[in-house]
Nanobody, 124 residues
Framework: QVRLVESGGGLVQAGGSLRLSCAAS????????MGWFRQAPGKEREFVAA????????RYADSVKGRFTISRDNGKNSVYLQMNSLQPEDTAVYSC?????????????????WGQGTQVTVSS
């Protein structure tokens, strides 16, 4: 069982930055690949970024590539999402997710554990 708690969301102007954090419970965090997903109002949840269990590999959605960076600190049981050059279309609830195993996956169905999410709002 893994419990995930996100933080760091908020209101930011277009072009600004935010850093999201996701704190995980449990002693086996380093054996889970982690992902960030987002859901905008009226839209389906979508993949944003994912990272391998060791942190050595990452994957990004095309819409955030070059602007967002996912990272993790297994010593702190945490995963992060640095978001730069934010745009109004990035407005959404951002959730972190965990899946047992090494590889970072992009499909929602691959993840077993989810946080409650944190709201990110980008004003124009």
């Amino acid at each position: 069982q893994v419990r995930l708690v996100e933080s760091g969301g908020g209101l930011v102007q277009a072009g600004g930055s935010l850093r999201l954090s996701c704190a995980a419970s449990g002693r086996t965090f380093s054996s889970y690949a982690m992902g960030w997903f987002r859901q905008a109002p009226g839209k389906e949840r979508e993949f944003v970024a994912a990272i391998t269990a060791s942190g050595g590999g990452t994957r990004y959605a095309d819409s955030v590539k070059g602007r967002f960076t996912i990272s993790r600190d297994n010593g702190k049981n945490s995963v992060y999402l640095q978001m730069n050059s934010l745009q109004p279309e990035d407005t959404a609830v951002y959730s972190c997710a965990a899946r047992p195993g090494i590889r970072p996956q992009t499909q929602i169905s691959e993840y077993d554990y989810w946080g409650q999410g944190t709201q990110v709002t980008v004003s124009s």
